[in-house]
């Protein structure tokens, strides 16, 4: 399974702690990693193909942009 | 900005092993979401959010039954999402929270939430952001249970405290005060008929739309 997320889906989700819009992360695997808001330095994680868009569950962007994206 | 942490997950990671059972089912959540797609029925709602979406029967029901729509499941428990996407490809799962909603303004043309507003720790939040996804002119459709009196109520919303997760069911009439307060305008308030606590707590979907 490639976990591409619908591009549909990805048009409107947004930030839930500033409603700000979000950048893609690819992981290796050429599936999205994280959505990371930048206003926030919040990356949300995609587990399984889907977006964990929860405040407490965000890695700092520093942290989680070293961890593992390509971007 | 505090803001209470609401219901454990946990609580509804365990919840969601037995939730999807035929019989289970039937005696509670089924005629509430017939309630709900027969209300869908009736407009050409092409976006639709369900929040709390649990393990996803309802969410997958109206893709399946409702063929031009595109739906989104919302729940904050990956227990009952990860039920729901092996359930369903067709239907875009999203963990997230009902009081601050990862949707851009004015996405959906209905919002629908069945038996999962009572858990809301603020009611009146999940409200304005249901109320702010959707496009002026959508629909919300909250199936909840709602006790006869304010009494009633009360007593529920100690006894939750008291013996599991704090619950709110607020009265037919105190849910209209909510949605107005949110800006929305009431459409209509009709019971569900069912066995599990259909005298105590009997369910009501009410239909609330975002003005125009």
Redesign the interface.
């Known amino acids: 399974m490639s976990g591409r ?2 591009p ?2 990805l ?7 500033c ?1 700000g819009e979000l950048n893609v992360r690819l992981g290796d695997d050429g599936a999205e990693a994280f959505l990371d808001c930048q206003a926030c330095a919040l990356g ?1 994680p995609v ?9 407490e ?1 965000a890695k700092p962007l520093s942290a989680s942009a070293s961890a593992g994206g390509d971007s | 900005m505090s803001e209470r942490p609401g219901p454990r997950p946990r609580l509804f990671d365990t919840w969601s092993r037995f939730y999807n059972l035929r019989w289970f089912q039937w005696l509670t959540y089924r005629p509430v979401h017939n309630a709900v797609l027969a209300a869908l029925r009736q407009s050409d709602s092409l976006r639709v959010l369900d929040v709390g979406c649990g393990t996803g029967l309802l969410a997958s029901r109206i893709r399946r039954e409702l063929h031009r729509t ?1 739906v ?1 499941g919302c729940d ?1 428990s ?1 227990g009952m ?2 039920r729901a ?1 092996a359930g369903s490809r067709d239907v ?6 009902a009081l ?6 004015s ?1 959906f043309e209905a919002v629908v939430s069945t038996e999962a507003f009572h858990w809301f720790p603020d009611q009146a939040a999940a409200l304005g952001e249901c109320f702010r996804v959707l496009t002026p002119g959508g629909r919300f459709l909250l199936g909840v249970m709602s006790p006869a009196s304010e009494g009633m109520s009360r007593a529920l919303r100690l006894g939750s405290r008291l013996l599991a997760e704090p619950s709110n069911w607020p009265t037919r009439r105190g849910l209209r005060a909510q949605l107005e307060d949110a800006g929305f305008k009431i459409e209509t308030q009709q019971r569900v008929y069912r066995l599990l606590g259909g005298l105590l707590l009997p369910p009501f979907l009410t239909v609330a739309t975002r003005p125009a």
Do not use: H, Q
């Open positions: 997320l619908d549909e889906l048009r409107i989700l947004v930030c839930p702690k409603k949300y587990e399984d193909g889907i977006p964990v868009m929860l405040i569950e | 595109r989104i904050f990956s999402l990860e996407a875009a799962w999203v963990r997230g929270n601050r909603l990862p949707f851009r303004t996405s």
